[in-house]
């Protein structure tokens, strides 16, 4: 667990996450909780994660999701000496895709 980020109202901002039940209702709870270049960066990581993942270089990744360099390694650092959370999500949206066909 990421004990750095671990309080109260952290918790309850995650569970307020866990209570929403589609992506319609994530857009709206999201659009009121962050901005647009916060929500572009967040899924932009994200999209970075799942390309290294798959092996694609620094200038493929920059090129199709225009991040930084440094993102991309602070990403990188993260899949391999974080706490997983890319790895686990990562895994989940593989197996739901799996599923969905």
């Known amino acids: 667990m990421a004990h750095k980020l671990k309080c109260d109202s952290i918790?309850?901002?995650?569970?307020?996450?866990?209570?929403l039940e589609d992506v319609d209702e994530?857009?709206?709870?999201?659009?009121?909780?962050?901005?647009?270049?916060?929500?572009k960066s967040l899924a932009q990581r994200l999209q970075v994660a799942k390309l290294l993942s798959?092996?694609?270089?620094?200038?493929?990744?920059?090129?199709?999701?225009?991040?930084?360099t440094a993102t991309i390694s602070r990403v990188k650092n993260c899949l391999n000496?974080?706490?997983?959370?890319?790895?686990?999500?990562?895994q989940r949206l593989?197996?739901?895709?799996?599923?969905?066909?």
């Open 81 to 90: 000496y974080g706490e997983a959370g890319y790895s686990l999500i990562l």
């Open 54 to 68: 798959q092996n694609e270089t620094y200038t493929e990744i920059s090129g199709r999701t225009g991040a930084s």
């Open 94 to 101: 593989a197996e739901k895709k799996g599923r969905e066909g």
């Open 11 to 19: 918790d309850e901002l995650f569970s307020a996450i866990l209570l």
């Open 26 to 39: 994530c857009y709206r709870f999201f659009s009121d909780l962050a901005t647009i270049p916060e929500l």
